[in-house]
C-alpha cells in the first residue's frame, strides 16, 4: 500500500501537524497521483473546526488537489503516467441514482464520497490533499491542461467548479447585471466567471482595502456592503446574485437588491444558518437557493473553459507548516485570493 505523508488535525479545532497515513493499493480503476499543490477551502477551515456538526478525525484536510501521475490499473484509459490530474471534493459516489445518471454525483441520493472525512466503500476513511499523494478512481479524477500554472489551477478543483455550476445554471450572460458578495477564494472565481460570460459584475465586500484588486478580476463596479446608503442605490436591480460570504450575514438586505423574478444563490455555509424575511421573496416573486460544488463532467468543461481562456486562481503560495497561518488569516478575511500549500515542501 502506498505510505502518505501529509499533515492532520488529530482532534477538533486542533492545530495542523505532520501525520502518516496509508493510501489503498491502486485497483484496476484506478490513478495514483503524487500531489504538487493543494488549494486551502474556508470549508476545510470549517470542518477541522466541527462547525458543520460531528466529523472524523485524524482528518487530512485538502480537495483543491493538482500532481502528476505517477501509476494507473490495468483498466484505466484516460490517464498514463506522467501525465497533469486533478481531484476535487469528491473521489466517488453510488453511480446508479439520478443525480449520478446525469453526471450530478454531488447530489447523489446516498451522499457522496468526499476527499476527506469520509468514508470509502470499503469502509476505510478518506484523507485529502495536503498530503504527498492519493489513489482515486479515473471516474474521479480530472484532466489538466499543461497550457496553465498548475499551482494556481488547484483552486479551480472546488473554488472554480462551486462559482461556475450555479453561473451556468441560473444562464448568467451578457446584458446581465451579477452581484457577488464576498472577494475570498470562491468570491474572485465568481467574479472572474461572471465577468468572462459577459454579465456586468458588481462585488459586494466587506473589505474596503480589496476594491481595487475586484476592478482587476472583473467587477465592473465594488460595493461596500456595510454601507447602508451604497446598497440602497442598487435596491430590485439584480438579476441573479450569488453569495459566498463564510460568516452569519444579513441576506435580506442582499435579498432586497435582486429584481423582480431574480434569484439569489446560497454557497457560504457558516456555522449558524441566516434569518429570512418571507416577505422579500414574496413581493418580488424572488428565488432563493443553494448550490453545491459542481459534477465531474461540468468540473472538466469549466477546466478545458479555463484552459481555453487562460482562467486561473489568484494565489498566494504557501509552505505546508504555514497551513495554521494561513486559517487565522483566512478567518480574518486576509485572503488574496487563494493559498495553495506547495506539497514539495512537505518533507520527511
Ligand atoms: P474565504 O476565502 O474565506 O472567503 C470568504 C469571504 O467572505 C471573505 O474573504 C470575506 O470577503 C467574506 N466575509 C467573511 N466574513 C464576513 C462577514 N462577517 N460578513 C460579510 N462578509 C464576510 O472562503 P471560501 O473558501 O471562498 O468559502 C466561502 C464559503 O463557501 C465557506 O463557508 C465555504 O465553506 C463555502 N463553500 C461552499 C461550497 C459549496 O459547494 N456550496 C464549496 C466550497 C466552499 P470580503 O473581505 O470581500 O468581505
Ligand atoms: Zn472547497
Ligand atoms: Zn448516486
Given at each position: 500500500?502506498?505510505?502518505?505523508?501529509?499533515?492532520?488535525?488529530?482532534?477538533?479545532?486542533?492545530?495542523?501537524?505532520?501525520?502518516?497515513?496509508?493510501?489503498?493499493?491502486?485497483?484496476?480503476?484506478?490513478?495514483?497521483?503524487?500531489?504538487?499543490?493543494?488549494?486551502?477551502?474556508?470549508?476545510?477551515?470549517?470542518?477541522?473546526?466541527?462547525?458543520?456538526?460531528t466529523?472524523?478525525?485524524?482528518?487530512?484536510?485538502?480537495?483543491?488537489?493538482?500532481?502528476?501521475?505517477?501509476?494507473?490499473?490495468?483498466?484505466?484509459?484516460?490517464?498514463?503516467?506522467?501525465?497533469?490530474?486533478?481531484?476535487?471534493?469528491?473521489?466517488?459516489?453510488?453511480?446508479?441514482?439520478?443525480?449520478?445518471?446525469?453526471?450530478?454525483?454531488?447530489?447523489c441520493?446516498?451522499?457522496?464520497v468526499?476527499?476527506?472525512?469520509?468514508?470509502?466503500?470499503?469502509?476505510?476513511?478518506?484523507?485529502?490533499?495536503?498530503?504527498?499523494?492519493?489513489?482515486?478512481?479515473?471516474?474521479?479524477?480530472?484532466?489538466?491542461?499543461?497550457?496553465?500554472?498548475?499551482a494556481?489551477?488547484?483552486?479551480?478543483?472546488?473554488?472554480?467548479?462551486?462559482?461556475?455550476?450555479p453561473?451556468?445554471?441560473?444562464?448568467?450572460?451578457?446584458?446581465?447585471?451579477i452581484?457577488i458578495?464576498?472577494?475570498?477564494?470562491?468570491?474572485?472565481?465568481?467574479?472572474?466567471?461572471?465577468?468572462?460570460?459577459?454579465?456586468?459584475?458588481?462585488?459586494?465586500?466587506?473589505?474596503?482595502?480589496?476594491?481595487e484588486?475586484?476592478?482587476?478580476?472583473?467587477?465592473?463596479?465594488?460595493?461596500?456592503?456595510?454601507?447602508k446608503?451604497?446598497?440602497?442605490?442598487?435596491?430590485?436591480?439584480?438579476?441573479?446574485?450569488?453569495?459566498?460570504?463564510?460568516?452569519?450575514?444579513?441576506?435580506?438586505?442582499?435579498?432586497?437588491?435582486?429584481?423582480?423574478?431574480?434569484?439569489m444563490?446560497?454557497?457560504?455555509?457558516?456555522?449558524?444558518?441566516?434569518?429570512?424575511?418571507?416577505?422579500?421573496?414574496?413581493?418580488?416573486?424572488?428565488?432563493?437557493?443553494?448550490?453545491?460544488?459542481?459534477?465531474?463532467?461540468?468540473?472538466?468543461?469549466?477546466?478545458?473553459?479555463?484552459?481555453?481562456?487562460?482562467?486561473v486562481?489568484?494565489?498566494?503560495?504557501?509552505?505546508?507548516?504555514?497551513?495554521?497561518?494561513?486559517?487565522?488569516?483566512?478567518?480574518?478575511?486576509?485572503?488574496?485570493?487563494?493559498?495553495?500549500?506547495?506539497?514539495?515542501?512537505?518533507?520527511?
Amino acid at each position: 500500500m502506498p505510505a502518505s505523508l501529509g499533515y492532520a488535525a488529530l482532534s477538533p479545532k486542533a492545530p495542523l501537524g505532520p501525520f502518516r497515513f496509508e493510501r489503498r493499493e491502486p485497483g484496476p480503476h484506478d490513478v495514483q497521483i503524487e500531489i504538487h499543490y493543494c488549494g486551502v477551502c474556508h470549508s476545510d477551515l470549517h470542518q477541522v473546526n466541527e462547525e458543520w456538526g460531528t466529523a472524523t478525525f485524524p482528518m487530512v484536510p485538502g480537495h483543491e488537489i493538482v500532481g502528476r501521475v505517477v501509476k494507473v490499473g490495468a483498466h484505466v484509459k484516460g490517464f498514463k503516467p506522467g501525465d497533469l490530474a486533478g481531484v476535487g471534493c469528491m473521489v466517488d459516489s453510488c453511480r446508479s441514482c439520478p443525480s449520478c445518471g446525469e453526471g450530478l454525483e454531488q447530489y447523489c441520493d446516498k451522499g457522496f464520497v468526499g476527499t476527506y472525512g469520509s468514508k470509502q466503500k470499503d469502509g476505510t476513511p478518506t484523507y485529502g490533499g495536503y498530503s504527498n499523494n492519493i489513489v482515486v478512481d479515473e471516474a474521479f479524477t480530472l484532466r489538466i491542461s499543461p497550457k496553465l500554472n498548475p499551482a494556481a489551477v488547484a483552486p479551480l478543483l472546488c473554488a472554480g467548479i462551486t462559482t461556475w455550476s450555479p453561473l451556468r445554471h441560473w444562464k448568467v450572460s451578457k446584458g446581465q447585471k451579477i452581484g457577488i458578495v464576498g472577494l475570498g477564494g470562491l468570491g474572485h472565481m465568481g467574479v472572474k466567471f461572471a465577468h468572462s460570460f459577459g454579465a456586468r459584475v458588481v462585488l459586494f465586500t466587506t473589505s474596503q482595502a480589496k476594491a481595487e484588486d475586484a476592478r482587476r478580476l472583473g467587477a465592473d463596479e465594488v460595493v461596500v456592503s456595510r454601507n447602508k446608503d451604497e446598497m440602497k442605490k442598487h435596491a430590485r436591480s439584480f438579476d441573479f446574485i450569488l453569495d459566498t460570504v463564510s460568516a452569519p450575514h444579513d441576506i435580506n438586505a442582499l435579498l432586497g437588491l435582486v429584481k423582480r423574478d431574480g434569484a439569489m444563490t446560497l454557497l457560504g455555509v457558516p456555522p449558524a444558518d441566516p434569518s429570512l424575511k418571507v416577505g422579500n421573496l414574496i413581493f418580488a416573486r424572488r428565488q432563493l437557493g443553494g448550490s453545491l460544488i459542481g459534477g465531474i463532467r461540468e468540473t472538466q468543461e469549466m477546466l478545458d473553459y479555463c484552459a481555453e481562456h487562460g482562467i486561473v486562481s489568484d494565489i498566494e503560495m504557501i509552505p505546508m507548516h504555514k497551513i495554521n497561518e494561513a486559517y487565522e488569516r483566512m478567518l480574518k478575511s486576509d485572503v488574496k485570493y487563494r493559498f495553495v500549500i506547495d506539497l514539495a515542501t512537505l518533507k520527511p
